[in-house]
């Protein structure tokens, strides 16, 4: 149990246009996702806080403009990086937290965003 | 949360323990000791948590010294499929999530 899947696993945009992420929990209920971003190398940063039906929590230096993040229900959060640019390449790593077992954090195998 | 310290890289003999340290001198009272792992390319995963006793589960062992200003995760008999960075994390429970990465140590098993 305790999945979290993210969709798509890898994408290619040309700079300038949108791209959406997908995070799903699988088999549980995730009142909390969190986006983690991860450049060659380096280890994660965290992006984000995302709650169902509110607006996500943005860490210091992360452009909410820029990064679109949507809890539209327990189970699917999603990252819009708009006007994305060749800088924006990298590992998009979702979490997601069980309602009631806050304790527990899964994450999801991630997305390689590529901007030509 | 509190910043954790750990070395840059480690090797390992296949079927030897691994035993990966973690500094984390300003822990405070309410932190727990997270560690996951990253294998390359993929999400992190969980391996184990404990704030004061030594834990173990099916993964690994994870033991606290007494001052709690570091600990040491034990892979018991290694296997190729442990490569990968080990984080050690330091936090609140009800901050789930909200987890500072450093950087990690990486643990490459040899043959």
């Known amino acids: 149990g305790a999945v979290v899947s993210q969709h798509p696993s890898w994408v290619i945009c040309k700079s300038g246009t949108s791209v959406k992420i997908e995070c799903r929990s699988l088999?549980?209920?995730?009142?909390?996702m969190f986006w983690y971003r991860q450049f060659p190398k380096q280890s994660l940063m965290l992006m984000a806080t995302s709650n169902e039906g509110s607006k996500a929590t943005y860490e210091q230096g992360v452009e909410k403009d820029k990064f679109l993040i949507n809890h539209a229900s327990l189970t699917l959060s999603t990252l819009t990086v708009t006007s994305a640019h060749p800088e924006d390449s990298s590992f998009y790593i979702c979490?997601?937290?069980?309602?009631?077992?806050?304790?527990?954090?899964?994450f999801g195998p991630g997305t390689r965003l590529t901007v030509t | 949360d509190a910043k954790t310290t750990q070395p840059p890289s480690m090797d390992c003999a296949e079927g030897r323990a691994a035993n990966l340290p973690c500094n984390h001198s300003t822990i405070s009272g309410n932190e727990y000791v997270y560690w996951y792992r990253q294998i390359h390319s993929q999400g992190p995963q969980y391996i184990i948590h404990?704030?004061?006793n030594n834990e173990t589960n099916e993964m690994a062992s994870l033991i606290i010294t007494e001052d709690r200003k570091s600990s040491t995760l034990i892979l018991p008999h290694a296997t190729l499929r442990d490569t990968a960075v080990y984080y050690c994390i330091v936090r609140v429970t009800h901050n789930a999530g909200k987890s500072t990465f450093g950087d990690g140590t990486t643990l490459t098993v040899k043959p």
């Open positions: 088999d549980f209920q995730a009142t909390t």
């Open positions: 404990g704030l004061k």
């Open positions: 979490s997601a937290s069980r309602s009631g077992r806050s304790y527990e954090q899964y």
